[in-house]
């Protein structure tokens, strides 16, 4: 079972990129359970979802508390939550970010970063701040849990069309290609 | 025709037309004696034909036995109860599956003004909005007087009412004199939902009704089509049951009622002329419930139907003068 | 022609099933669409609004030909399906919560004229306090008002149970309206991956359409439905007297068509549920959990747990809650020394859960067959939308365990107190 | 509309339909109210000139039309005496019934 956690804010996508990257999951002939968390996600609130992923069905219907991995596609939204409670030791944090690692304050349980000036990007492709379709490139590229194939095919399923479609794809490449990742070597082992 | 009534005699057009048409309630229902709703619906059925569903809500309509006992019917078209709440909601569900069907079937409710104005005037309002193809009547008799003669949303003002009784009054306030709110006006509400078809009627113009049920049949077919037929109740409102006409005719003579009837393309238009008409006491007088009235309520209700009838025919006016 | 037509048409191979990935919500709408409804009535709500948008769009796509009828609250939208299905139609809607309880007149009179309409309860705790998180309470308030109820536990589930909920209703040994609870939020918005059955062999499945053979409102059959029945003397308290039993047979014919319906389900789409009452790890088990709904997923990872911990524990989950699956629960009961029923809502009355309040009626008639009394007790966790975890099951089971050598709380547990 | 006349009832042993079902009616109400009434109308067939105005306010409907007159089915006439107050030629009397 891998789990993971979507940190974003409502109206970033954080929900649909969770329920694109189940997709590309099944398209490899996984399971994946996704499940938003539920609030009143107005536009601009810090939201959550969940996804795991196994080679064999999920039941739990539950939120998740240890995730394997975080995907945080906001880079100012780590001054109001604290995206790391309960990150398993040697998780692994993919984080919409301009800044080089040695700018972020990361707690021992991270032992792999991937990192993505996903904003930038997201302004080139869609003239707006759309992280969420890059940073799958970018858990793609960091985790290899799921191959960019299998999330390019989930996309062409999904609601998108036309030219939101190729915008997205564009995405979903760039942020494959532009994520740099990092391990972090702890000089004390668990 | 078979019929020999006379022709130079106007009413005698209808029976001439309609008098060999079924009649298509049960031959004893139990109305009151002297029943003006029994009156109505009788009319109403006959005219709209057995291709027909009918919905009747809780109410005297059903109260008389139309939807019948333990077993029997009073009614020789599909008929059911609605809840008092839901008539337009259940009978939209009737119309749209034989619309579906691609049958032909007109779906009529015949309703009180409790169900359609209080409780029920949600679903109302909704299967108006949404132009479901029916024919909604009231028939309104001012009270919930299948149950007790209790007060309605549709009692005028100053209308003794079982729960809106004559009394010596007590500490907290002055002593009771009828219901102290005016009538909500249900056929303008429904005018202002562009209705396909909305009138007012009343039993004693019954040539007036005719043309309008004929018309209101007619827009039921691509749309929602309202009449409001104001119906006295000899026994809710204290009348010898023989006055029931006369009642019914002084409440037009007086104002207290106009008959109008509306269209989104031809706007509203007064069926029967508003001028010069009898002052209200006329009316009041005819019937118990207003005995009590004081000098000054019976000004109140005066002041109000002149005001009604400068409202309405301002409606009209835009319609056609302006 | 032969004697040999006793024998069932075989059922042919199914068409390759399609697999997607959908919310809980859209699987009920996907499922609504392949049972061809004529009718459908919607008004939204908290968590349901998703699967009415779906159904929606299934239609503007062309790809479910119903009428949608976009009524004014939810009292008008079972209305409006009162007055399809005794035209003829086939109907569905869906509602939760605060919407189920202003749907309460009309939705007490649907058992009652035996319309067979299925209605998703997308299921919402209820208020006050204020909150449209999900829970069962909204369903389990109205337990006792003669429609089947059916809870699921996973998506797929939801689809398959939903498609299946029309033939149980328009059974002619059942005809009446039928419940499918799916659990609001973690069912109606979780995404899983399911498998989509091909529209021909729902056809098949699904038969030839009658749905107002009993009762009509058509010109051409005149009746009067729905007469005043009853009143003290006469005919009137043996007339009503015959309907309710009616009402209260169709019921308990359900529970037989439940199970049948499932097994040509299994039959012909190759995905087996147990119809009324799961038994999960109860052969060998000393103790049991019970469960409803979605909970049950994380329940049976816990009892997996536990199970390689040494603890003999099994699982119970009920799936038909109406009509209650009596002697289902017998047979699973008579296995085990001790109970711990977790609960999604409250009963009030009792101060326990209202499934463990049903559970203790099959005690009692297990007690005298068997002579010994089983020791159970009440959980409730779950409310308003808060999780029920692995380690919430734990604490269940530890808790059980002990009953089976010590006495039984009276009251319940909230797992959720202190999270 | 271009049918006048009712449709046959439903029937539900025809149709072997279960009678214990949704609850429905199938036979029409034999109730007649004509026992109700303590004033009867009485034509005065020399006055009547068939201008059908008693059958037009006549609640139950119980008018009949006759060679030269109308009269009233008193099965179900439950001597209301609306007729005889809207009757323009004063043609209907109401009697007690006692008499």
Avoid at chain 1, 68 to 82: A, F, M, Y
Avoid at chain 3, 114 to 134: K, Y
Avoid at chain 4, 12 to 32: G, K
């Amino acid at each position: 079972m891998y789990e993971v956690r979507f940190h974003g804010r409502g109206g970033q996508g954080s929900v649909l990129a969770s329920g694109i990257l189940a997709a590309a999951l099944v398209e490899e002939g996984k399971y994946a359970v996704s499940i938003p968390s539920f609030g009143f996600e107005r536009r601009g609130a810090p939201v959550v979802s969940f996804l795991r992923a196994s080679e064999r069905p999920i039941r739990q219907l539950t939120n998740i508390y240890n995730p394997d991995c975080l995907i945080c596609v906001d880079p100012t939204l780590t001054r109001s939550v604290d995206i790391f409670a309960g990150l398993k030791p040697g998780g692994t944090l993919i984080q919409a970010t301009h800044k080089p690692l040695a700018e972020l304050v990361l707690p021992d349980t991270v032992g792999r970063v991937g990192l993505c000036d996903a904003v930038k990007i997201a302004l080139e492709v869609f003239r707006r701040p759309i992280t969420n379709t890059l940073m799958l490139g970018a858990f793609a590229k960091t985790t290899g849990v799921v191959s960019l194939d299998a999330l390019k095919r989930a996309l062409e399923h999904s609601d998108f069309r036309d030219a939101g479609l190729a915008q997205n794809m564009t995405a979903l490449e760039r942020g494959y290609a532009e994520t740099t990742v990092h391990q972090i070597e702890r000089r004390v082992a668990a | 025709c078979s019929k020999g009534a006379l022709t130079y005699v106007t009413t005698a057009n209808i029976y001439n037309e309609v008098g060999d048409w079924e009649d298509l309630f049960a031959p004893g229902l139990a109305g009151c004696q002297g029943c003006n709703t029994e009156l109505l619906m009788r009319h109403t059925l006959r005219r709209v034909g057995p291709d027909t569903v009918l919905a009747t809500p809780p109410g005297c309509v059903p109260g008389m036995g139309s939807v019948g006992f333990n077993g029997t019917t009073g009614t020789k078209v599909p008929v059911f109860h609605p809840l008092l709440t839901n008539t337009a909601a259940m009978l939209a569900g009737v119309k749209r599956q034989f619309k579906r069907m691609g049958r032909d079937v007109t779906a009529l409710a015949i309703a009180g003004d409790g169900g359609a104005s209080d409780v029920g005037f949600q679903s109302l309002s909704g299967a108006a909005e949404r132009g479901e193809q029916m024919l909604f009547m009231v028939v309104d008799n001012e009270g919930y007087m299948n149950t007790g003669m209790q007060r309605s949303s549709c009692t005028p003002y100053g209308a003794w009412t079982s729960t809106t009784p004559i009394g010596a009054g007590c500490s907290a306030g002055q002593p009771a004199q009828g219901k102290t709110q005016d009538a909500k006006n249900l056929p303008l509400l429904m005018v202002n939902h562009r209705c396909a078809y909305v009138a007012t009627a009343s039993t004693a113009y019954m040539e007036d009704l005719y043309a309008k049920l004929d018309r209101a049949i007619e827009a039921s077919k691509t749309g929602f089509a309202y009449v409001h037929v104001y119906s006295p109740c000899t026994t809710g409102w204290r009348f010898p049951s023989d006055q029931n006409m006369e009642v019914a005719r002084k409440a037009v003579e007086t104002n207290f009622v106009m008959l109008w009837e509306f269209t989104p393309s031809e706007g509203l238009r007064f069926s029967r002329s508003v001028d010069d008409p009898l002052p209200v006491t006329d009316y009041l007088k005819a019937m118990g419930r207003f005995r009590h009235l004081s000098p000054e309520q019976i000004e109140h209700i005066q002041g109000k139907v002149v005001e009604n009838s400068k409202f309405i025919q301002r409606f009209s006016e835009q319609a056609h003068g302006g | 022609m032969s004697t040999t037509t006793l024998e069932k048409p075989a059922v042919s191979a199914p068409k390759k099933q399609k697999v997607m990935l959908c919310e809980g919500n859209e699987a009920a709408a996907l499922a609504v669409a392949l049972a061809r409804p004529d009718m459908v009535a919607v008004y939204p709500i908290t968590p349901q609004s998703s699967l009415v948008e779906h159904v929606a769009s299934l239609i503007a796509d062309g790809k479910m030909d119903a009428d949608i009828v976009d009524a004014e609250g939810e009292h008008s939208v079972l209305s409006v399906l009162q007055g399809g299905a005794l035209a003829g139609a086939r109907t569905y809607t869906a509602t939760c919560g605060p919407g189920l309880a202003f749907m309460f007149e009309p939705y007490f009179r649907t058992s009652g004229m035996r319309l067979p309409i299925v209605m998703s309860i997308v299921t919402r705790d209820g208020i006050t306090p204020q909150c449209v998180w999900g829970g069962h309470q909204d369903a389990m308030t109205v337990r006792e008002v003669g429609w089947v109820q059916i809870y699921c536990e996973t998506v797929q589930e939801v689809l398959d149970t939903t498609v299946m909920a029309f033939r149980i209703a328009e059974d002619h040994d059942v005809m009446l309206p039928v419940n499918i609870c799916l659990d609001g939020n973690y069912l109606s918005y979780g995404t899983a991956r399911i498998e989509l059955p091909d529209q021909s062999d729902v056809d098949a499945f699904m038969g030839t359409k009658d749905v107002n053979w009993h009762v009509a409102l058509d010109p051409l059959k005149p009746m009067a439905v729905d007469p005043l029945t009853g009143g003290a003397g006469g005919k009137g308290p043996a007339t009503f007297v015959r309907y309710r039993k009616s009402q209260c047979r169709g019921m308990q014919n359900a529970l037989g068509v439940i199970e049948a319906v499932h097994a040509e389900w299994a039959e012909r789409f190759g995905r087996s549920y147990a119809p009324l009452v799961e038994e999960y790890r109860l052969d060998d088990a000393d103790f049991a959990i019970m469960t409803l709904g979605s909970m049950t997923g994380a329940a049976k990872d816990a009892v997996d747990e536990a199970r390689e911990a040494g603890k003999k524990v099994g699982l119970i989950k009920i799936k038909t809650f109406s009509p209650f699956p009596v002697e289902a629960l017998m047979r699973a009961l008579s296995k085990v020394r001790a109970l711990g029923v977790v609960d999604r809502s409250v009963g009030f009355r009792w101060n326990c859960g209202p499934m463990y309040q049903e559970v203790l009626g099959v005690l009692y008639r297990l007690a005298r067959e068997s002579g010994t009394v089983l020791p159970a007790m009440s959980f409730i966790g779950g409310l308003a939308g808060a999780d029920i975890t692995i380690p919430h099951f734990h604490r269940v089971i530890d808790a059980t365990e002990r009953l089976l050598d010590g006495p039984a709380p009276t009251e319940p547990v909230w797992l959720n107190e202190n999270d | 509309m271009s049918r006048h006349q009712s449709y046959p009832l439903f029937n539900l042993e025809q149709a072997n339909v279960p009678d214990d079902l949704c609850p429905v009616a199938t036979d029409i109400s034999p109730m007649l109210p004509g026992d109700w009434r303590s004033q009867r109308p009485v034509v005065d067939r020399d006055k009547c000139v068939k201008c059908a105005v008693c059958w037009l306010y006549c609640p139950v409907q119980c008018v009949e039309e006759h060679a030269a007159w109308f009269d009233f089915n008193l099965n179900t006439c439950k001597g209301c005496g609306i007729c005889a107050t809207e009757c323009p030629q004063r043609a209907i009397t109401m009697i007690g019934e006692a008499q």
